[in-house]
């Protein structure tokens, strides 16, 4: 079983920067590849971006390349999601995933945090 808490959302106004941090239960180097999820309002949720366990292979989402970026710190069984340049249509709950199999299944979930972004 693997605990995901997800935290560092708020309301910031477009062009801020803001960093998610999302804090594991067990030693992350243990899970295969962890990813960032969100939802938009009335939208489904969409894929934002993955690291694998040896940090050497990041996937992003199209919307995001160039101004997100994921990292993880073993250190603090702590996966980040540094976000630059933030756009309205960024606005979501962002939700942490563990993909424990290495499979692309996402089998544990954070609650998700709100991230708001104001003109």
């Known amino acids: 079983q693997v605990q995901l808490v997800e935290s560092g959302g708020r309301s910031v106004q477009a062009g801020d920067s803001l960093r998610l941090s999302c804090a594991a239960s067990v030693r992350t180097f243990t899970i295969p590849r962890m990813g960032w999820f969100r939802q938009a309002p009335g939208k489904e949720r969409e894929f934002v971006a993955s690291?694998?366990?040896?940090?050497?292979?990041?996937d992003y989402a199209d919307s995001v390349k160039g101004r997100f970026t994921i990292s993880r710190e073993y250190a603090k069984n702590t996966v980040y999601l540094q976000m630059n340049s933030l756009k309205l249509e960024d606005t979501a709950v962002y939700y942490c995933?563990?993909?424990?199999?290495?499979?692309?299944?996402?089998?544990?979930w954070g609650q998700g945090t709100q991230v708001t972004v104001s003109s």
């Open positions: 995933a563990a993909d424990s199999g290495g499979n692309g299944d996402y089998k544990y």
């Open positions: 690291i694998s366990w040896s940090g050497t292979s990041r």
